[in-house]
């Protein structure tokens, strides 16, 4: 008997600014924000099983991950077989680097690989607007990780426009100990908001698009990107995490042009003046004993990175 293994892998994203609408009737918010694919990827590895599965290793502690159906890499091979008709299951090996949790969509990157990597097992032929639609009902943050690059979502976050860029820019990421649930950080946003306001303003708060964030890069200046990013969900996952606030002023007090949370963090990521910076900004925070890690931006998305047989 023949086993097809096929490898592929999909980056995670920073949010250079994220606006946030009110809440929706369908438990989402509305959101206006500015995706940038880096480099720092899941490695997915699928091959023909009778039935699904999904196994972790990697760089981190993936204790917190759920190994069951509700893991969203079972869900896209599911998703996949649905579509072509395929009859038997998927055992999905995942090699995780993104922080768990951590507002750098890792579980959408597992998401994106594991459409890709099926899509190919199985020979499903399905087009990249048909894996884009099966992402979509899989999370806000899975289309993103398939096209990768900068792209504009809005509605909530999956409907993607490509945005022009130029340049590579270096970061810097500083995974939090612990993690935050996203639905918890948006909640505490709509607290704090509905507290400030009457009920009949409740349900009318529009995402705010920032054009300064998008010119930045278009222009690849990463200055202006600087003064520019902004995220409405930072506030609130300082509040339910506040030792970020120290972490945030550290790197921007060891040279960082400007720190952010990503999506609903904790993980922050800091913006760089280039290369060498970046460098002695990771070293200035491995002084400190804080892991730190550089990555680039933007990336490719999700793809196939090998195919083999064995007999
Ligand atoms: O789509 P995903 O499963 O990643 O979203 C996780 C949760 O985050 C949602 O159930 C919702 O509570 C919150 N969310 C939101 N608005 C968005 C995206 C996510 O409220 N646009």
Known sequence: MTDRVVRAKAPAKINVFLGVGSLRSDGYHDLSTGFLAVSLF????VRAADDF?????????????PLGESNLAIRAARAVAEACGATGGARIRIEKHVPIAGGMGGGSADAAATL????????????????????????????????GGVAMGTG??????????????????VPADGELSTPVVFHELDKHRWSQ????????TQPIVSVGAMQALRLGDVRMLAETMHNDLQAPALKLMPRLVGTL???ER????????????????????????????????CDQSIRAVHVTGPVAGAKITGAKVRS
């Open 53 to 65: 599965s999904v196994t972790l290793d990697g760089s981190i502690d993936t204790s917190s991950v």
């Open 197 to 204: 306001q009457g009920e009949l303003e409740r349900n009318v």
């Open 156 to 173: 909530r976050g999956d409907q993607l426009s490509p945005a022009l860029h130029r340049g590579k820019m270096h970061w810097v990421l």
């Open 116 to 147: 890709v990597a099926c899509n190919e097992l199985w020979n499903a032929g399905l087009s990249r607007d048909e894996l884009l639609a099966l992402a979509a009902d899989l999370g806000a943050d899975v289309p993103f990780s398939l096209t």
């Open 249 to 251: 002023e550290l790197g």
């Open 254 to 285: 060891m040279g960082a042009l400007a720190g952010i949370v990503s999506g609903s963090g904790p993980t922050c990521a800091f913006l760089c003046e280039d290369e060498e910076s970046a460098v002695q900004l990771v070293q200035d925070f």
């Open 42 to 45: 899941e490695h997915v590895e």
